[in-house]
Structure formats: C-alpha cells, structure tokens
C-alpha cells in the first residue's frame, strides 16, 4: 500500500504538470488576446476627449458620468435592457414547449427534429435579418399579403420598429435556449411525471410543483445565454431598427465612428458591467431557488 501511494504522488504530480505545459500556451495567448485589449479599453474609458485634438490623456470619471446623466445614452440604456428581457422572456415561453417535445419524443425522427434547430445557427445574424427584411418591409412578403387577403388596406409598416427588432432577436436566440432546455429535461427522469398524474395532479400542477423546480438550472442557463446574446446584439437591431433605433452596441459601434474612443470605451464598460452584474444576480437567485 505505502509503495503504491509512493508511486502514485510523483506520477500524479507530473500528470498535472503535463496538463499544465499542454493548456499553458494556448491560455496565455487567448487571456493575452482577450485581457489585454480590455485592460486597455478600460484606460480609454478615462481619458479625455476633443473634437478638434481626439483622445486627451487624463484619468476622469467624465465618460462614465455623462453616459448616466445624458437622457439619450439612458434612454438607449433602457430600451437595451428591456428588449433583452423581452426577448428572454419570449424564449423561454416559446422554447420550453419544444424543447420538453424534443427530450420526450422517442421516435426515430428526433435526430431531424434536432437538426432542425440547429440549422438556423449556421447562417448568420445578417443573412436572417436580411430575411425579415424581406417578410417586414412595406412592400414585403407580409404587407402584401394582408393586403391580398383584404385584411388591411394600407401596408403594414413592421420595419424599423422595436417589434421587427424583437422579432428578429428571438428567430436568432431560441435555438440557444431549446438546446439548453432540451438538454436537462431529458435528464429528468420521466417516472416523476407519472408519479404526480398518478397521484391525481392536473398538468399545470404537475408542471409547477414537478418540472419546473427541477428544470431550473437549464432556464437559468438558457436565459442568461439569451439575455446576454440579447444585450450585446447589433446586426439586428442595424438591420432591422433602422437608424432611429438605438441599443448598447450600435451606439459603441458609432462612437468609435466618431473617434469618439473614451466615450465609446464607457458604453462598452457599461454594457459589459450591466450585463454581467443581472447575470450574477439570475444565477444567485435561480440557485437560492432551486436549493429552497
């Protein structure tokens, strides 16, 4: 026994260091790719700046400040949060329904279901929303057709509105968020269920005192993944917002336009800070919930 433990220390000891000389350098370099860059961001955040001389050297509070006194960076601010909640919400409310389908049908048909799903997340943010366009537009697949059917008389102007923008941010989050569901549900044994039918439960309560509590962690991982997608969304609400709706990162996008680097180095800070900050607190809440 003393022999075996003797062996086992040091051959232990030079697995963790091959492990360690293997992720080494390819750690150093994303945190060097990822850290450095934000780390010098965030002295931008504080410098100064001019329209007529750019970016001053100094250490200031004044971007930060500006951002939360300024009516237009809190309305932004506002309008940011809110669709990402919206957007999360609708997800979820959408997505859970498909993805307890997903993780219960048996069928031989559930590798095509899956594929399904994910086939929407090889096209890109641009290309879909270029799709909407097509569906939203005044003259578009949708307009037409209401107009067609004598539903309206006029056409339906659906583009460059908060509701194209939603619309748009759902068709790219919901795959997110019936994969992350899908795959804890089918982690939940299904006997349960057939235990609280049997016990006389109706489905909602079935629903609500069974699958919901024990589903948790995988809407709390689905919504912050939306959330977060949401919050840091730009080609769709460029595309489809228009140039009179603004959120977070098209707003950062245009001050680094403007040369703008200390004002735009804020926003991002800001964004990056909020969105991390309702993050913690969903994670911290949904697990005081699920150990209750």
Known sequence: MAAS????????????????SLIGPATFIVALGVIGPLLILLRYSFNDFDSRMGMIEAF?????????????????????????????AICLVIGFPLAYVLART??????????????????GNAVRAAGWMTLFGSRGFLSVTLMDLGITTEPTEIMFTETAVIIGIIAVNLPYMVLTLQSVLEGINRNLEEAAFS???????????????????????????????????????????????RMMAPVVYSQFQLNAWPSAAAVAFVLMGTTLILTIVASVATRQRFRD
Not at 62 to 70: A, H, L, Y
Request: no cysteine; proline share 7%; aromatic share 12%.
């Open 60 to 88: 200031t509070m004044k971007n930060f400040v500006e951002f939360f006194t300024d009516s237009y960076f809190l309305s932004v601010f506002f309008v940011t949060v809110r669709v990402a909640l919206m957007t999360t």
């Open 5 to 20: 433990t003797s062996d086992s220390g040091p051959r232990g000891g030079r697995l963790v260091l091959s492990a360690a």
């Open 199 to 245: 016990l006389g439960a109706p489905p909602m309560t079935m629903f609500r005192r069974v699958l919901w509590p024990m589903a948790l962690p995988g809407i709390a991982a689905g919504g912050i993944l939306t959330f977060i997608l949401a919050m840091n969304a730009y080609a769709t609400p460029v595309l489809l917002g228009g140039p009179e709706f």
């Open 106 to 123: 048996q069928t031989r048909f559930k590798n095509l279901l899956l594929i399904a799903v994910v086939i929407p997340l090889f096209v």
